[in-house]
Each structure stands twice: as C-alpha cells, then as structure tokens.
C-alpha cells in the first residue's frame, strides 16, 4: 500500500519561511507528477504546486515568486519551500502524488494523498 508522509507545518509569523517534505513510500513502481494542495477553512482544496518526474513546475499564481517546489526521484521525496508566508496562506498543506504501484506482475495507478500538515502564519 502506498503511503504519503508530510512533515514540516506549523506556526510562522507573517514574513517567516517554512519548508514541507512528503515522502512517498510502498510497492512504488514509478511517480509521475507529484504536488501540493491546500485547504484553508471554509474554502476548497486547490493547488499550491506540482512538478513532474522530469522536473517541469506549475505554481498557482497566488505563490508565484515566494514558493518553490522541488523534489529527489531518488528518495521519492517532494518539497515545498515556501517564503514571506501571508496569513492568506494559512491552510492544511496536502501532498499529491501520481504513480505507478506494483501489484505482483501487475501496476496499478494510484491518486496517493497525504494526511495533511496543518501551517499557520500569525503574529
């Protein structure tokens, strides 16, 4: 069973940095794109960022310039570091990947979703 593991949310002040990681672990054949939500009260969940295997990027144009996603194929690793954080930003940040699970002589494509790592920006 595939896994998606977030660490790195938490309380920043307005202007701070912070940096989320996901690991993807499982049967992982391969990761096509992978990318973070998020999904502040009240609202729905929508792209932050994506990249895909071949390290193309897409950023919603609300973090363009302060956010950069990134990620190690090795280590089926993606990253979101993100700078001058708004309150508008404050959000639970889900990771999204996109692949390809082993299932004996089979793969089967999986939409794998993180837990969800809670960041709030305030003073």
């Known amino acids: 069973q595939v896994r998606l593991v977030e660490s790195g949310g938490g309380l920043v002040q307005p202007g701070g940095s912070l940096r989320l990681s996901c690991v993807a672990s499982g049967n992982i054949f391969s990761i096509n794109a992978m990318g973070w939500y998020r999904q502040a009260p009240g609202k729905q969940r929508a792209l932050v960022a994506a990249?895909?295997?071949?390290?193309?990027?897409n950023y919603a144009a609300s973090v363009k310039g302060r956010f950069t996603i990134s990620r190690d194929n090795a280590k089926n690793t993606v990253y979101l570091q993100m700078t001058t954080l708004q309150p508008h930003d404050t959000a639970v940040y889900y990771c999204?990947?996109?692949?390809?699970?082993?299932?004996?002589?089979?793969?089967?494509?999986?939409?794998?979703w993180g837990q969800g790592t809670l960041v709030t920006v305030s003073s």
């Open positions: 990249i895909t295997s071949g390290g193309s990027t």
């Open positions: 999204n990947a996109v692949l390809l699970e082993r299932l004996g002589v089979h793969k089967n494509a999986v939409d794998a």
